[in-house]
């Protein structure tokens, strides 16, 4: 789901967040500020993460992309994913760069840009284990809190209980201690986090379903998001998106 590192400028967690300022800015604000504060989860590799003390990640760039193409810069905040939709309810950034959707309940919540990617949602599951669809009655999955994943895996037929975790880094730590049966995340995640431990008897399945991933804004913020969707449409135009696909995946994952 490699490097173009950036320094990380501001670290927020959950238990610091309401004591963050909140921005609620327009475009006018954030173009006279020359500042684009920006929130992702750093820690959903290969899409954000951290090397060391440095944030870096495919999505990573492309905001850094998105904010260099409206001429400002990008101020970072790192907050974890189950909690940005109410830091985006309060203002807390102007947008967060979010690696998978939420589930429905949430998701209408906020207002969602134009996809900056396609993906899917894989299984992964031990050698000779629950890896399809169909496979999957009666099993456990695994899945990260407050995801797509969690309502799309409920929709599978037969299965017999969907246990969420804060991270994708537990739900797999779940699948090889044998908690749960399968481990749905997103295919590029599923992929890095399987290089990365190829000795530890997983092996991916299925792919459930296909997603179509966006940034997240406040609601009614109706200039800022047509700058922001129109930023995005320049970088997929002039091939930026697909340099950095390429760079993290060797192909180009971008929505067309």
């Known amino acids: 789901m490699k490097r173009l590192t950036k320094l990380l400028t501001a670290v927020c967690c959950l238990s610091a967040l309401a004591a963050t300022p909140a921005i609620g800015r327009d475009w006018s604000e954030i173009k006279s500020s020359g500042t684009i504060v920006a929130a992702t989860e750093g820690a959903f590799a290969p899409f954000n993460y951290y090397e060391g003390k440095t944030l ?6 492309v905001a850094e992309a998105i904010a260099k193409k409206m001429g400002l810069k990008l101020e970072w905040r790192v907050v974890p994913f189950d909690a940005q939709l109410a830091a985006v309810k309060q203002d807390r950034f ?3 760069i979010a690696s998978h959707g939420y589930t429905k309940e949430r998701a209408e919540a906020v207002d969602f840009a134009s996809p900056h990617y ?3 949602g894989q299984i992964a599951a031990r050698k000779g284990g629950a890896l399809t669809a169909a496979d999957l009655k009666g099993k456990t999955i695994g899945v990260q809190l407050a995801t797509s994943y969690f309502d799309a895996a409920k929709k599978i037929d037969g299965v017999k209980e969907v246990k969420t975790y804060k991270s994708d880094p537990e739900a797999f730590s779940a699948l090889r201690a044998k908690k749960i049966d399968a481990w749905i995340s997103d295919k590029f995640t599923v992929m890095e986090t399987l290089k990365k431990n190829a000795n530890a008897g997983i092996v991916t399945g299925e792919q459930v379903f296909v997603e179509r991933v966006s940034l997240i804004m406040r609601k009614d913020n109706k200039e800022f998001m047509d700058q922001i969707n129109q930023t995005i449409a320049d970088l997929v135009k002039d091939g930026t998106f697909a340099t950095i696909s390429k760079k ?4 180009d994952i971008t929505c067309r």
């Open 94 to 96: 102007d947008f967060a």
């Open 56 to 61: 870096t990640g495919y999505e990573v760039d």
């Open 248 to 251: 993290y995946f060797n192909e």
């Open 118 to 120: 396609c993906t899917g």
